[in-house]
C-alpha cells in the first residue's frame, strides 16, 4: 500500500511544437565533383533515425539476406555524424589524416544537407577535397547549391541564422567571453559551436562524463576540446536557461574577487613574515631581545628611542681628538713616497754615471797601447813596402813610397787620450761617491715611508670601523622606520581583505539567491532524468536518478542498490541526461534545438537490454505530441531491436568491406 502512494514518475514529455522539429535533418549527400552523381544520398526524418553497421556474428533469425561479409568498424557510421557536424558549422570532418585521405581521394569533393528549421528550408553544401567551396542558402535545391556556378556565401550566415533562432546574442555572451579584440559576432559563432558539441558528442568520448563533448584525438577544430569542468558548466547553465546575465556577471564577480583575496592573503602573509624578521633584526641591534615590547602604535615610537640611545652610544667624535687625522697621515704618506721617488732617481742617476764614466775610461785606457807604439815608431820610421828606414831612404831614394808619417799629430792625440782617461776616472769616482751617500739616505726613506703607508692604513680601518658602527646605529631608525610602513601596510591589506570578505559573501549570497530561482530548471530536468534511468535499467531495477547542481557544478546521481558510479551506470547516465535534455528542449524549455546525434553510444559492456530500451524510449518520445518533434540519430554496429531492423527508420546500412559497402564507397 505504501509503495502505491510513491508510485515512480513516468516519462511525460509535453511538447510545445505541433508540426515537427523545429531544426532537423532531411537529407544528406556526398559527391566526389560538383556537377557528378552522388556517392551517397541518404534521407532522414524526425524522429528516430539509425545508420547501422551489423557484425556479421550479430544476427537474428528474423534476418533476411546474407551474411555481411566484412566486419562492423571502419563503414563510415563515424564519419556521417562527423558530416552532419560539418554542415551545423564545425571548423572539421574528420581527424587531419583522414581529411588528407579524402581530399586526395576527391579533390573537389562536397557535402551537403538538406536542413529544416522551424519549417523553412537550408541547404548548406560544404567542401570536402583540397578546394574550399561553402555555400548555404534559404530555399533552392542541393543540386543548384552544390553546381560549381553557385558562388560560395561561406558558412557564417548559417551560425548567424542558428544563434539568432536559438541561442540569442544574451545567451551566447553567457556561453563563451569574446576575446580581446574580437567582434561580437565572432564570440557567438563559437558559442553556438559548443551548443554543437553538446547535442553531438564525439565517439573519442565515450559517454564518460555528462560535460565532456569534444576529445583532442578528434581533431574537430572544436572549442569545446579545451574546455575546463567549470567552463563546461556554465555553457551547461546557459543552454538549459539556468542562469541569467545578472546571475553571470555575479559569479565574474565572485570569481574576481576570489582571485584578489588569494593575492591580499598572500601578500599579509608575506609582509608578516618580514614584520617579523625585521622585528628580530631591531632587537638584535638595540640589545633588547627577550624583553617586553609595547603593542599597537606605541612599538614604533618605542624602538625610535632605542634606536637614538644606540646611535649616541658610538657616535663618531671629533677625528683630532680620538683618531689620528687621517688627512695628516695621508699628506704624510705623500711626502714620504715623493722623497723615496726623488732618491730613487738620484741613485738611478748617479748609477748611470758611474757606469757610463767606467765603460769610457776603459775603452779610452785600451787606446794608448797603440798610440804610445805609433808614436815611437813615427820617431824613427821605417818604409811599409821594403822595412827600410826612412833617413837611408832619403838619402838613397826610393822608388815605392814617399808619404812619411805625422809625429806632431801623434803626440797630440796622445796628449788628449790621457787627459780624457783622467777626466772620466774623476766623474766615475765622483759617481761611486754619491752612491755611498744615496743608498743610506734611501733606505732610511722606504722606511719612513712604509711606516707612514701602513699607519694610513691603520687609521682608514679605524675609521671605517666606527663609521659603519655609526651608520649601523643610523640604520637601526631607517629599519625602524621600514617596520613601520610595513605594519601600516598589513593593517590597511587586513582590512582591505576584511571589506572583500563582507563583499563576497554578499556577492556569494546574491548568486546562490540566483541560482535557488533558476533551480527549478534542474528540478524539472530531474523530472524526466529519473523515469529515464529507470526506463534504460529496467522497470523492475528501482533505480532513481537525480540531477543536481551547486556551487561544486553538475551532478548526477543514480541510486541502484545504493548510489552506483560504474563504467556502465556512468553511460547511463549520460544518456540519459542527454534524452533528458532533449525531452525539455522538445517542451521548449532549453536554448538548443531538439536534435541529438549519438555515435555509437554502446560502450563500457553496456549491456545489450539496456541499450535496446534506449531505442524503445525513443520510439516512445515519437509519439508525444502530433508526431515527432525532435530528431534523434544514432549510429550503431550492435543489432538494434528485432522490430527496428527492418523498419525504416534503419536510414543505411554499411559495412567494413567490400569497399563498396562503405560510406564513400572506395579504400582511401
Known amino acids: 500500500m505504501q509503495r502505491e502512494l510513491f508510485k515512480p514518475r513516468e516519462l511525460d514529455v509535453k511538447p510545445t511544437a505541433t508540426n515537427g522539429p523545429r531544426l532537423w535533418f532531411r537529407r544528406l549527400v556526398i559527391w566526389g ?164 558539441a553538446w547535442l553531438t558528442r564525439d565517439q573519442e568520448c565515450h559517454f564518460g562524463k555528462a560535460t565532456e563533448w569534444r576529445a583532442a584525438a578528434s581533431e574537430s577544430g572544436s572549442p569545446a576540446r579545451r574546455l575546463s569542468v567549470g567552463d563546461a558548466n556554465n555553457v551547461v547553465r546557459a543552454l538549459l536557461g539556468a542562469i541569467t546575465p545578472r546571475e553571470h556577471r555575479l559569479e565574474a564577480e565572485v570569481e574576481k574577487l576570489g582571485r584578489r583575496r588569494e593575492d591580499e592573503g598572500r601578500g599579509i602573509e608575506r609582509r608578516r613574515w618580514l614584520i617579523e624578521q625585521s622585528l628580530k633584526r631591531i632587537l638584535r641591534a638595540v640589545e633588547l631581545e627577550g624583553k617586553p615590547l609595547p603593542e599597537g602604535d606605541l612599538l614604533g615610537q618605542f624602538l625610535r628611542n632605542a634606536a637614538r640611545v644606540r646611535v649616541a652610544q658610538v657616535a663618531v667624535v671629533d677625528a683630532k681628538g680620538e683618531l689620528a687625522s687621517v688627512d695628516d697621515l695621508e699628506a704624510k704618506y705623500e711626502s714620504e713616497r715623493k722623497e723615496v721617488e726623488r732618491l730613487e732617481a738620484e741613485l738611478s742617476s748617479a748609477e748611470t754615471k758611474r757606469s757610463t764614466a767606467e765603460a769610457v775610461a776603459k775603452q779610452i785606457a785600451s787606446e794608448t797601447p797603440g798610440l804610445t807604439a805609433s808614436l815611437d815608431e813615427a820617431e824613427i820610421p821605417t818604409c811599409p813596402v821594403c822595412e827600410v828606414p826612412i833617413d837611408r831612404v832619403l838619402a838613397e831614394g826610393c822608388k815605392l813610397s814617399h808619404k812619411l808619417p805625422d809625429v806632431e799629430s801623434l803626440r797630440q ?192 559492456d553496456l549491456g545489450l537490454s539496456i541499450y535496446h530500451e534506449l531505442f524503445h524510449v525513443v520510439r516512445e518520445l515519437e509519439k508525444a505530441g502530433s508526431g515527432p518533434q525532435f530528431q534523434y540519430i544514432v549510429t550503431t554496429t550492435s543489432r538494434p531491436p528485432d522490430d527496428l531492423v527492418g523498419d525504416k527508420r534503419v536510414r543505411l546500412k554499411l559495412n567494413g568491406s567490400p569497399a563498396e559497402a562503405r560510406l564513400l564507397r572506395r579504400d582511401l
Open 33 to 196: 565533383e560538383p556537377d557528378a552523381k552522388p556517392i551517397q544520398d541518404i534521407e532522414f526524418g524526425p524522429g528516430l533515425n539509425i545508420i547501422w553497421s551489423p557484425d556479421p556474428a550479430d544476427r537474428s533469425a528474423r534476418d533476411d539476406g546474407e551474411v555481411p561479409p566484412g566486419p562492423g568498424h571502419g563503414a563510415g557510421k563515424t564519419l556521417v555524424c562527423r558530416l552532419l557536424r560539418y554542415c551545423l558549422g564545425e571548423p572539421h570532418f574528420a581527424s587531419d589524416v583522414l581529411r588528407s585521405k579524402i581530399s586526395s581521394a576527391f579533390k573537389d569533393g562536397r557535402v551537403g544537407v538538406e536542413l529544416i528549421v522551424d519549417g523553412a528550408e537550408w541547404v548548406v553544401v560544404r567542401s570536402i577535397g583540397v578546394f574550399g567551396h561553402d555555400v548555404v542558402l534559404e530555399g533552392g535545391t542541393l543540386e543548384a547549391a552544390v553546381s560549381s556556378n553557385t558562388a560560395p556565401t561561406g558558412i557564417a550566415p548559417l551560425i548567424d541564422m542558428l544563434v539568432e533562432r536559438f541561442l540569442t546574442a544574451d545567451v551566447a555572451a553567457l556561453v563563451t567571453k569574446s576575446r580581446e579584440g574580437e567582434e561580437e559576432t565572432e564570440a557567438q559563432r563559437r558559442a553556438w559551436l559548443f551548443a554543437i
Open 413 to 604: 792625440r796622445q796628449e788628449k787620450n790621457q787627459r780624457d782617461l783622467r777626466d772620466k776616472k774623476a766623474e766615475q769616482a765622483a759617481a761611486e761617491e754619491a752612491l755611498k751617500r744615496l743608498g743610506p739616505q734611501l733606505k732610511a726613506a722606504t722606511t719612513r715611508r712604509d711606516k707612514a703607508w701602513a699607519d694610513l692604513r691603520a687609521a682608514r680601518r679605524q675609521r671605517d670601523a666606527r663609521t659603519e658602527v655609526w651608520y649601523a646605529a643610523r640604520r637601526i631608525g631607517d629599519d625602524v622606520g621600514d617596520l613601520e610602513k610595513l605594519l601600516t601596510e598589513n593593517a590597511e591589506a587586513e582590512k582591505t581583505l576584511a571589506d572583500i570578505d563582507t563583499t563576497l559573501k554578499q556577492r556569494r549570497e546574491a548568486a546562490g539567491a540566483e541560482r535557488d530561482q533558476h533551480g527549478q530548471v534542474f528540478a524539472r530536468l530531474g523530472q524526466h532524468f529519473d523515469p529515464l534511468v529507470r526506463r534504460l535499467l529496467g522497470p523492475k531495477s528501482e533505480a532513481t536518478g537525480r540531477v543536481q547542481h551547486d556551487g561544486n557544478g553538475l551532478n548526477l546521481v543514480v541510486e541502484y542498490g545504493g548510489e552506483r558510479s560504474t563504467p556502465a551506470i556512468n553511460l547511463v547516465k549520460v544518456l540519459a541526461f542527454d534524452l533528458a535534455t532533449l525531452c525539455r528542449s522538445i517542451e521548449g524549455a532549453t536554448k538548443l534545438p531538439p536534435l541529438l546525434i549519438h555515435d555509437s553510444p554502446r560502450s563500457s
